[in-house]
Every structure is written in structure tokens, then in C-alpha cells.
């Protein structure tokens, strides 16, 4: 008993970090501009196919012979590199489509999010056909047996880049000036440009560290989970929405740790209940939750001062 | 009987003390003037009359009865009224429909006639828009009727919140710094405005202001309670 | 000085004096024109069959057809609707005035007399037809409800598919339980003959349970605005789905299907308006309007004796209740229903529909639903390119015009139908 706990502990850990990852990116963006970016999901997705084009290109370069590259090396250049060009994409999704409409309702943003959500997956689908690809397995799986827990080195890896990614975007936003400035913006995003800062510099460097995230979690994802399609960015994505919401909006700490809870309640309740019942009781969870604590678990309640 | 009573009213944010021990005594058709500092806690005294606060301690009586712990609707509807210092219109709705709004607790048809477009429910409209034009006419807004509440000016802006706060048919009036940010004509103006309320209406008003010369000069207040 | 000679002008002071009743019979007579002609005329431009869309789909499909399908549209629609309309506008005019002066509820039904012909004699051309207009008018349906909480009262909620998904099966099983020979539900209790009496029924059976799932809903909402909001109503939604894909009762993810041919276009037709003139009534009372303030300012609404929480519930409830009877009807017109149906794909179709039309207004919601379904059906020929061509269009408006094409404008019958020959305009 205790092994099947442990080991499905070691799942949830692995499904959280996915969850907390693209969390985080939803979460950053709502602290500058205080509003969700719905096509995270889709940058999520197309960060796993441009981790796949890279990965592929890389494999066809070392088994030329060309670079000898290890295959750890391999996979450590394939989440740079990807992290890096997919930041691209989440900076002209910022440039293109929010920063028209930073003065729009809230809503008209939210619906252009979910519209260049549909083009993103559409155009992957019109540029690779409907196949579903699969990733290049990087590297061997290895199985250990640690008191009749299973556990791969992909797993510990995935968890391992996933806290590291995490505890560097927590280095980078308490310790840089650029962090210090998304922070101070995060705060108070009319007075602070005010001040000599560059919104629209950090509103795009947001996006870009949010996507380049994303991008990670699509790749982690493929290693562990190497069959990738067009429409694999929307339930992660609502679901890491779902996450960054329970954490409280804008809390760095809170879509981190919701992410993991998030990647728990779903494990476990596979674990306990058919798996069809896992949707139905995972939002359940949410849903009370949310009910009985309305701001998440780091959000600053927003109208405390009024009864009403 | 007093209309309006509050004893040993106190109220606490979060550690801080914002209105200590306050007592407040109006009769019908009196004016009584509120002064004091910025930060004094003025506003905090009309938003624990009117609901929006629930005071930490202390009694509202309000014509005999207790109004602590009422839903500021219900406190509103009972005939306590107010503006609000830094304007709360609402931006996409007509000056006309601003007014008709403030009738919300006297309509009488009910979903089902608002539904179906009932008799009961056009002769209603009508007649809450007979009164509505009537109470802009008095404030001088009635060429505004059918603006949008952004397009007109500030004064008026002002004088709509004055004419909706009325139409709640309040028998006391709470109005916070009613004057704030006009220039003398508009000062005259509203003061007039205010005058013809009190007389022809018979409402006791409430008043936030703190330019004390104007309270003193004018002797507009019966009575000045400071802090 | 002369005015230089522009076409645009021309028109507008040709057209610019025909009421809406004269535009319903150069319809009638385009129709009637179709009708006649249509089959012959196609044949004689080189098309296999009278073009369904207006052409569109031809023209994409099939580029050499283009001047084809575009003389097909002139002769056909184009010419006699205009010609009849700006003939007939002196005697329509007339009409027109004499007609305001009976109640209004007259005038109107007469002109919805007209638009059903019209409706009807298109869609009686092709099943295709039929199936586009019923669902375009559910979707308005949908838009319009969907408006009353997202627009109107300015909430973001996210479990209209949800709402929809409860309406669709509670109809679902009231018709199958009591009128089909169904696995599940046993044999028929009720002859079918019945059974046009009794589908209003199922649909306010829908609408009803729709509207107490919004329950769970609203109560949150009196606490939170806004994201929380939208991740309450986005749970509910999931869990809805999920809980019906669970109940083996009602099929599980196989969903039920075989409903009776219950939902004709009279009967969608009929629901459709009593939608937009309920929800028209509503939002343009008093009562209504206390929507907008909770929206625009809540704690003013308070203070101007609104009850706040009355307010949002019964909005809450009266969009779930509408969308529960759309639900009903689509299940009703494809007469199958399955819970994968219910998903985000339908969520981000009705938030596009209320967003491109425009918030706030009856007008906006029934342009977005109308011209979104039938964009959606008219750029079908090109498959997936119409996944980036909708949402880049979507895009634009919201740019441009972040609440939509026509916000916040009130829906008044009487403009519509006014005659125009200058001597109604005060109307």
C-alpha cells in the first residue's frame, strides 16, 4: 500500500511540474497586466514542436558525425534552444495581439488570447498535416527499484529541470533589475512607467520568460510522453489556468505550488476512483475550494476593505 | 425622536482606529454640516450609515429602529440616501436611466411583468420616467436627459448623482462634499440646488464639506460636528 | 459648387426610403424568384444545382464558377429584391404608418409573418439549408443569453455550453422517456401524435434544469467578480460534462440519440423570437437595467436601493434558462447528443459570437450569431484555413472595436419598422 502511494506520488510529482510550469507563465502575465494570456496553453504546444524540430535536428547532426554530442547534451541544447526561439513566439503574441488592446476591456483580451490560441493550432495543423508526431526519444530510460518504487531517470529529470527552472525565475525576479522591475509593475502598472520604467519592455520580457517556460514543459512533457499533436496545448492549458487561479492571481509561489497540487489531486483520484471520474472530481476539488476561499491560496483578496 | 441616531459608534481597519466613539443626532428637516481634515474619517462615518461598513461598535438607530447589519439596499430603501465624493455614475447607462434606476426598490410588476411587458410594468416605466424628468428639471439637467453620463459635464455629473440620490425618496440626505471641485458659479449653483431640496422636499441633510468658511458663512448648518 | 457624381450616394438616396417592410418583400420576391427560375437558371449558367449559400460556397469551391454563382446571386436575389423594395416603397410606406397605429404587438407580427415566409421558402430548397438557418437561429439564441450575463452584466462566465448540455438532455430524456421506444427509457408512455404539444414542455423542462445548475453559479459570484468568476463557471462547466460522459443512464460518452423530428424550423423560429423579445423586454425594464449598474458599479447600485444579489442571481438564471432551451432545440434539430458536444470548442464559439457582435445589446448579438454561423458555413470549402481566417478577423474587431461591432445600442422596434418617406421619421 504504502509503495502504491509512493509511487503514484512520484507521478503526480512528475504531472505537477508540467501543470506548475505553464502556471507560472499565465501567472506572471496576470501580475504585469492583469490579465490571462489564453493561448498559453497553444504556446505550451508549439514550444514541444519547436522542441521536436530542434531535437530532430540536433540527433541528425550528431549521428552524421558531424558534432559529437552526448546525448545528455543533446537534450540540454534541445530545452535551450527551444526555450529560446519560443520566447520569440510569445513576444509577437504579446506584440500583436495584447499590446493593441491594453486599454480594451479585459474581456476583448481574453477573447483575442483564445482566437490566437485557434490560429496557432491551425497553423501547426496546416503546416505538419494531422499526424501526430513523436519526439525523439533523447534519452534511454532507465527504471529504478528504490523499495519497490519504480522510477525512471526521465522522471527525476523532468522534476529536477522543472524545480531548477523554478527556483531561476524566482533568482531572476527577487535578484535583477529587470525582476525588480516586473515586480514594481506587477504592483502598480499605471504609475510605475511613470517612473522610467518600460512597460511594454516588460510586458514583452514577461511573455517571453512565461513562454520560454512553456516551452520547457512542452519538451519535459514530450520526453516523458513522446506523441505530440496540434490540440495537446488546450487541456494543459486550462488546466494550468485552473492552477494559476488557485494559487491566487499573480503569485508566483501560489501557480507553482497549485500546479503540483493541481498534478496530485488528479493522480490520486485516478488512483482511487475510475479514471473517467477524474475530471468530474478534480474540478469538484476546485470548485470548493475556490467557493470557500475566493482569492486562491496567495491571491490578495481584492475588495476586502468592502462588505459589499 | 431623533430620525437619525448613532451612539458610541466606532470602527476599526484592520488595527487601525478610523472613527472613534462618534454620536450623531438629526431631526427631521435639519441640516447638520460634517468638517474635518482629509483623512478624518468623514467618508468612513457615511459608509458606516449606509451600510457599507458594518461598524465595529456602537448603535444606528435610524427612526427608532436598528439599522446595524442591514445590506446597504435595504438601508438605502428605508430612506437613508447619499452621493458619493468621488462620483459613482454609471458609464454606459443615460442621465434619465440613472434617476429611473433609483426607483429599483419601489417597482411594483415584478420579473414576470418585466418579461412579458406587462400593463402594470409600461405604466410603471412611464410614470418612474414622469418623476425622473421632473427630479432632473429641479437639479437643471433636464437637457441631459438622454445623454450618456460621460459626455456631460463635470457640474452636471454632479447634480445627476444629486437628482439619483433623490429619487430614492430619501427622508434624510447624505451628500459627501457636494461642492468638491467646482468653481463659484457652480458653488452658487449647487448651493441653491441643495436650498430648494431642503425647502420644498422637507429632507434632513447631512453634509460633508470642508471648506469651513462656507459652512460658517453661510449658516447653513444648524448645527457643526466636528472631531 | 456640384457634388461630384458617387455611386455610394445614388444608392442611399434610392434605398434610403424604403421601409423594412418593403426590404421583407423584395425578399419575399427574390425567394419567389428562386423558387421559380432557380433550378432553370442554374442549369442554363453552368451549375449542376441552385447554389445553397448565396454562392459562396460554389465561388471557393469551384473558382471557375465565380461569374456563374455571382449572375445567379444578381438575377435572382440582388435585382428582384431591390426592384420590388424601391417599387413597392411608396404603398409599403403607406402601410407602414397605417400599421403603427394598431398596438405595436400587431406591426411586429406581421412583419415576423413576412421574414418566417421568407425563412421558409428559402430553406425549403435544400435540407442543408434547413439544418444552417435552424441551427444559426439557436445559435442566436444561445449569443443573445450568453450576452445577458457576459454583456450586460458584465460577468465572464464560461458554462454556457454547460447550461446547454443540462438543457439538451433533461429535453433529451423528457422526449425519449415519454415518446420513443428507447433502450433505456422503456417503451413509448405518450402517442407521438402528442408530441408538437408536449416539446414545449421538454424545452422549459430544459431551460429549468439548466437554470438550477446556474444556481451553482451564482452564489459564488456574489463574492468574487470577474477571473474567479470565470474559473467557477469553467469548473462547472467540466463538471457537467464529465458527470453526464459518467451516467451510463444517459448513454455515458455515446450520448443519446433518435429524438423525433420535433424541432422544425416554425418551432425554432418561434423560440427564436420568443427569446429576443423576452430578453429585449427584460433588459430594456428598470428591473433590467439594474444589471448594467451592478456592472458599471456596484456599490452605487446598492446604494441606490438595488439588490444586488437578486440582481445577479435572476440574470444568472435567466441566461442558463435560455441557453438550456437552445440546448433542447440543438439537440432536437441534429436529434442526437453527445457530451463531447459541450466542450471548449462551443465555449469559444459563443464567447466569439457575443464578443464580435458587440456586448450590451440585442442588435450586436443577433448580427454576431448570424454572421458567424454563416461565415463559418460559407468559408467551409476551404477547410482549415478558415480556423485562421475567423479568429484574425475576430482579432480585428476586437482592436478596433474592443466591445464589438455594435455595443451598447438599444433594440427598438419601433425604428425598425417606422416608414420612411419623411413623414413617420419622429417616430
Redesign the interface.
Known amino acids: 500500500m504504502m509503495t502504491f502511494f509512493f509511487q503514484n506520488l512520484v507521478n503526480a510529482l512528475q504531472w505537477g511540474s508540467f501543470y506548475a510550469l505553464i502556471a507560472l507563465g499565465y501567472s506572471m502575465v496576470y501580475g504585469i497586466l492583469m490579465l ?1 494570456n489564453f493561448a498559453h496553453g497553444d504556446i505550451f504546444m508549439v514550444g514541444a514542436y519547436i522542441g521536436f524540430g530542434v531535437a530532430t535536428g540536433l540527433t541528425a547532426l550528431a549521428s552524421a558525425g558531424a558534432v559529437a554530442l552526448p546525448h545528455w547534451l543533446v537534450l540540454v541544447l534541445t530545452i535551450l534552444i527551444s526555450m529560446f526561439l519560443t520566447s520569440f513566439v510569445g513576444m509577437a503574441v504579446e506584440r500583436f ?1 495584447y499590446r ?2 491594453r486599454d ?9 488570447g ?3 490560441g ?2 496557432l ?3 501547426n ?2 503546416l505538419l498535416g494531422a499526424r501526430r508526431i513523436s519526439f525523439p526519444p533523447l534519452i534511454r530510460s532507465v527504471t529504478y527499484d528504490i523499495g519497490g518504487v519504480y522510477v525512471t531517470n526521465k522522471k527525476i529529470m523532468i522534476v529536477v529541470v522543472s524545480i531548477a527552472l523554478m527556483v531561476g525565475l524566482h533568482q531572476f525576479v527577487r535578484r535583477t533589475k529587470w525582476g525588480m522591475a516586473m515586480r514594481a509593475m506587477a504592483f502598480d502598472f499605471v504609475v510605475v512607467p511613470l517612473m522610467g520604467v518600460p512597460l511594454n519592455t516588460i510586458a514583452a520580457m514577461t511573455f517571453a520568460l512565461g513562454s520560454a517556460l512553456a516551452a520547457a514543459a512542452g519538451i519535459l512533457f514530450a520526453v516523458a510522453y513522446p506523441v505530440l499533436d496540434p490540440y495537446m496545448g ?1 487541456v494543459f492549458g ?1 488546466k494550468a ?2 492552477a494559476a ?1 488557485l494559487g491566487g ?1 499573480g503569485s508566483v509561489l501560489g501557480a507553482t505550488l497549485a500546479g503540483f497540487l493541481l498534478g496530485f489531486i488528479e493522480i490520486f483520484v485516478a488512483m482511487i476512483f475510475p479514471s ?5 472530481i478534480a ?2 476539488i ?2 470548493l475550494i ?2 470557500f476561499r ?3 491560496f496567495f491571491g490578495e483578496p ?1 475588495s476586502a476593505r ?1 462588505r ?1 | 425622536m431623533a430620525l437619525l441616531k448613532v451612539t458610541d459608534m466606532s470602527h476599526d481597519f484592520g488595527g487601525l482606529r478610523a472613527v472613534n466613539n462618534y454620536h450623531l443626532e438629526i431631526e427631521s428637516g435639519e441640516i447638520c454640516g460634517l468638517i474635518g481634515p482629509n483623512g478624518a474619517g468623514k467618508t468612513t462615518i457615511f459608509n458606516l450609515i ?1 451600510g ?1 461598513h458594518r461598524p465595529t461598535e456602537g448603535a444606528i438607530l435610524f427612526e427608532g429602529q436598528s439599522i446595524v447589519g442591514l ?3 435595504e438601508i ?2 428605508r430612506g437613508i ?2 452621493t ?1 465624493q468621488n462620483l ?6 443615460t442621465v434619465l ?1 440613472h434617476v ?8 411594483g ?1 415584478g ?1 414576470v411583468g ?4 406587462s400593463g402594470r ?1 409600461r405604466r410603471q ?1 412611464a410614470a ?1 420616467e414622469e418623476k425622473a424628468r421632473g427630479l432632473l428639471d429641479m437639479v437643471g439637467n433636464g437637457r441631459f436627459a438622454q445623454q450618456m453620463v460621460p459626455n456631460i459635464p463635470y457640474s452636471a455629473q454632479r447634480r445627476v448623482e444629486m437628482a ?2 433623490l ?2 425618496e430619501p427622508k434624510i440626505l447624505l451628500l459627501d462634499e457636494p461642492t468638491a471641485g467646482m468653481n463659484p458659479e457652480e458653488l452658487a449653483q449647487m448651493m441653491r440646488i441643495i436650498r430648494t431640496v431642503h425647502r420644498t422636499l422637507g429632507l434632513a441633510i447631512f453634509l460633508i464639506e470642508h471648506r469651513l468658511k462656507m459652512v460658517m458663512e453661510r449658516r447653513w448648518c444648524d448645527a457643526v460636528d466636528g472631531k | 459648387m456640384q457634388r461630384p457624381f458617387r455611386f455610394a450616394d445614388v444608392m442611399r438616396s434610392t434605398f434610403s426610403q424604403v421601409p423594412f417592410l418593403g426590404w421583407l418583400l423584395g425578399g419575399l420576391a427574390a425567394v419567389t424568384v428562386e423558387h421559380l427560375v432557380g433550378f432553370q437558371l442554374a442549369g442554363l449558367l453552368g451549375m449542376p444545382r441552385v447554389p445553397v449559400l448565396f454562392g459562396c460556397v460554389v465561388m471557393l469551391k469551384k473558382p471557375l464558377l465565380i461569374p456563374a454563382a455571382a449572375t445567379f446571386v444578381l438575377l435572382v436575389y440582388v435585382v428582384p429584391a431591390c426592384v420590388v423594395a424601391r417599387v413597392s416603397a411608396p404603398i409599403t410606406n403607406r402601410i407602414a404608418s397605417r400599421l403603427l397605429r394598431f398596438p405595436v404587438v400587431l406591426p411586429v407580427l406581421f412583419h415576423l409573418a413576412l421574414l418566417y415566409g421568407i425563412l421558409e421558402m428559402w430553406s425549403d430548397l435544400s435540407a442543408y439549408r434547413d439544418l444552417t438557418l435552424r441551427l444559426t437561429l439557436i445559435s442566436v439564441m444561445l449569443t443573445l443569453s450568453l450576452n445577458v450575463i ?1 454583456g450586460y452584466m458584465g460577468e ?1 462566465s464560461c458554462s454556457h455550453p454547460g447550461f446547454m448540455a443540462l438543457g439538451a438532455y433533461a429535453a433529451s430524456v423528457f422526449t425519449l422517456g415519454l415518446f420513443a421506444n428507447d433502450r433505456v427509457f422503456g417503451p413509448a408512455v405518450l402517442p407521438p401524435a402528442l408530441g408538437s404539444f408536449v416539446f414545449p414542455f421538454g424545452l422549459f423542462l430544459g431551460g429549468g434544469v439548466a437554470a438550477l445548475g446556474a444556481l ?1 453559479i451564482a ?2 459570484s456574489f ?6 468568476l470565470a ?2 463557471s ?3 462547466m ?2 457537467v ?3 453526464i ?2 451516467l451510463e443512464v444517459v448513454g455515458g460518452p455515446r450520448g443519446l440519440s433518435s429524438h423525433p423530428n420535433w424541432a422544425t424550423l416554425p418551432a425554432v423560429f418561434f423560440w427564436t423570437v420568443a427569446c429576443v423579445w ?1 430578453i429585449h ?2 433588459v430594456s ?6 444589471l ?2 451592478v ?14 444579489r437578486k440582481t445577479k442571481v ?1 440574470a444568472f438564471l435567466f441566461g442558463a434558462f435560455w441557453a438550456g432551451v437552445a440546448g433542447g432545440l440543438f439537440a432536437h434539430v441534429l436529434r442526437y447528443v453527445n457530451p463531447g458536444t459541450f466542450g ?1 470548442q462551443k465555449l ?1 464559439e459563443v ?2 459570437m457575443v ?1 464580435f457582435g458587440g ?2 445589446s440585442v442588435y450586436g448579438s443577433i448580427v454576431g450569431a448570424v454572421s458567424l454561423s454563416l461565415l463559418g458555413e460559407a468559408l467551409r470549402p476551404l477547410e ?2 478558415k ?2 481566417i475567423i ?2 478577423l ?2 480585428l474587431v ?2 478596433y472595436r ?2 464589438g461591432l455594435i455595443a ?1 445600442r438599444d433594440f427598438d422596434v419601433k425604428r425598425i419598422i417606422r416608414p420612411r418617406d419623411g413623414k413617420g421619421e419622429q417616430v
Not at chain 1, 473517467?276 to 468530474?280: G, V
Not at chain 2, 418585466?114 to 411587458?117: D, K, S, T, V, Y
Not at chain 3, 425594464?285 to 439594474?290: D, E, I, P, Q, Y
Open positions: 490571462f495581439g493593441p488592446l480594451a476591456p479585459r474581456a476583448s483580451a481574453a477573447i483575442t483564445l482566437m490566437i485557434i490560429i493550432e491551425t497553423a495543423l496546416a488546450i486550462w489556468f485552473v487561479i492571481r473517467t471520474l477524474r475530471d468530474f474540478y469538484s476546485i470548485l475556490l467557493v475566493p482569492h486562491g481584492y468592502l459589499l | 449606509t457599507i445590506q446597504p439596499y438605502a430603501a440616501s447619499r458619493f459613482r455614475l454609471w458609464r454606459h447607462m436611466d429611473k434606476m433609483a426607483r429599483y426598490s419601489k417597482l410588476y420579473l418585466a418579461l412579458f411587458g410594468c416605466e418612474i439619483r440620490a429619487a430614492t | 457576459n465572464f451553482a452564489v459564488p463574492r468574487t467578480r470577474g477571473d474567479y474559473i467557477i469553467l469548473a462547472f467540466f463538471i460534462k464529465s458527470a460522459e459518467n423576452v423586454n427584460f425594464s428598470t428591473l433590467g437595467k439594474a448594467n449598474a456592472r458599471d458599479d456596484e456599490m452605487a447600485a446598492e446604494a441606490m436601493t438595488v439588490n444586488t435572476v471548449l469559444a464567447l466569439a464578443y456586448l450590451n482549415i484555413f480556423w485562421i479568429p484574425l475576430l482579432i476586437m482592436i474592443p466591445t451598447f
